[in-house]
């Protein structure tokens, strides 16, 4: 929650800035946390902290897919279940999602992972990273079917 003194202040914000400046051709970008079963992403209706938000509705429509393909893999690992895609990192303080899509146009997502506890035992710790490899792996396929729509430099 610590947003840090100023943009991109903090040294691992940095680096991520200078990743992406060295590979300006990224189109989709995720950072996972625990805990919770969530698909952050910065969404048209704004937050707390951002008032609306500069997502397209063709940008919008890109989400959405993106999202769905990421729960039903994650559904494919763990029989029914979906990640809460309702929320959006809106309403946080300095996401790397609203980051990646606001300044570099890049579908940012936070996937928060574990459904109730930073130190899960190995099983639910076990299950969470299938899922998310799996999320993973569908965002990749998709990112290069996406490459050939998007215009990055």
């Excluded at 769905?68 to 999602?97: L, P, R, V, W």
Aim: proline letters at 5%; glycine letters at 6%; aromatic letters at 10%.
């Amino acid at each position: 929650m610590y947003r840090g003194p100023s943009p991109l202040s903090e040294l691992e914000n940095k680096n991520v800035a200078y990743v992406l400046d060295q590979f300006p051709n990224v189109i989709t970008a995720v950072d996972c946390h625990s805990f919770g079963e969530d698909i952050f992403r910065p969404n048209p209706a704004g937050g707390l902290y951002i008032s609306s938000q500069p997502v397209t509705k063709a940008d919008h429509e890109v989400y959405l897919k993106l999202e769905s393909s990421m729960n039903s893999a994650i559904s494919s690992i763990s029989s029914g279940k979906k990640y809460d895609t309702t929320k959006g990192t809106n309403n946080h303080a300095g996401s790397s999602d609203d980051y990646m899509y606001i300044e570099r146009h890049i579908f940012g997502f936070c996937l928060e992972c574990v459904s109730d506890d930073f130190w899960s035992d190995i099983k639910d710790a076990v299950t969470a990273t299938k899922e998310v490899a799996a999320a993973l792996r569908v965002l990749a396929d998709q990112t290069r079917t996406l490459k050939s729509t998007i215009s990055k430099p």
